[in-house]
C-alpha cells in the first residue's frame, strides 16, 4: 500500500512563506515525477510545480519566482518552499507522485494540506 503524507500548512501574512512536505511511503520500486497541485474554493484543480526524478522542474506561471519544489530520492520526500506569499495562493494543496509499486506504475496523491494568506 501507498501512501503520500503532507505537511506544513497553515496561516500566514501576506508576504511571509511556508514549506510543504510529502512522504511518500509503502512498497515502492521507484518514483517517477513529483508534483504540488492545488485547489481553491470553487476553482479547478492546478499545477503548481513538478520535479522529476532527474531533478527538471517546472512552475506555473503564477509562481515563479516564488516557489521552489524540490526532492530528496533518498527519503522520497518532495517539498515545496513558496516565499512571497499573497492571498491569491490560498488554496488546499496536494502531493502527486507518478511511481512504480509491487502492484504496477500508477499516480498518487496525498489528503491534502490548507495553506490560508491573509491580506
Known amino acids: 500500500q501507498v501512501q503520500l503524507v503532507e505537511s506544513g500548512g497553515g496561516l500566514v501574512q501576506a508576504g511571509g512563506s511556508l514549506r510543504l512536505s510529502c512522504r511518500v511511503s509503502g512498497s515502492i520500486r521507484s518514483i517517477d515525477r513529483m508534483g504540488w497541485y492545488r485547489q481553491a474554493p470553487g476553482k479547478q484543480r492546478e499545477l503548481v510545480a513538478a520535479?522529476?526524478?532527474?531533478?527538471?522542474?517546472n512552475y506555473a506561471d503564477s509562481v515563479k519566482g516564488r516557489f521552489t519544489i524540490s526532492r530528496d530520492n533518498a527519503k522520497n520526500t518532495v517539498f515545496l518552499q513558496m516565499n512571497s506569499l499573497k492571498p491569491e495562493d490560498t488554496a488546499v494543496y496536494y502531493c502527486?507522485?507518478?511511481?512504480?509499486?509491487?502492484?504496477?506504475?500508477?499516480?498518487?496523491w496525498g489528503q491534502g494540506t490548507q495553506v490560508t494568506v491573509s491580506s
Open positions: 502527486n507522485a507518478n511511481l512504480r509499486s509491487l502492484v504496477g506504475s500508477s499516480g498518487y
Open positions: 520535479i522529476t526524478s532527474g531533478g527538471s522542474t
